[in-house]
């Protein structure tokens, strides 16, 4: 019985720290989209104007075993607890 509580304890610490993901930061996460979207001097148009993609704003929201960066009035893309752009 005390063997089956470590087990399915480990089980849920396990399964919590993957879909927290704390080596996901706003900044990793950041730099991985705009890689993704061809680094962070590629030009966009952003409500009518070309600027680089990293003056574009935009947000950082956590969610269980994904993270999120949103482009405002734009584009949202998922970074997995792995480190792929979605």
Request: net charge negative; hydrophobic share 50%; proline share 8%.
């Amino acid at each position: 019985m005390r063997r089956r509580n470590v087990f399915i304890l480990v089980v849920l610490i396990t399964v919590g720290l993957v879909a927290w993901a704390p080596w996901i930061t706003e900044e990793y996460a950041y730099a991985n989209v705009m890689e993704h979207l061809g680094g962070p001097d590629f030009p966009v148009t952003y409500l009518g104007e070309t600027i680089p993609l990293k003056d574009v704003p935009k947000s950082f929201i956590k969610l269980p075993f994904i993270s999120m960066v949103y482009f405002p009035g734009e584009a949202m893309f998922m970074v997995t607890f792995y480190g792929s752009v979605i």
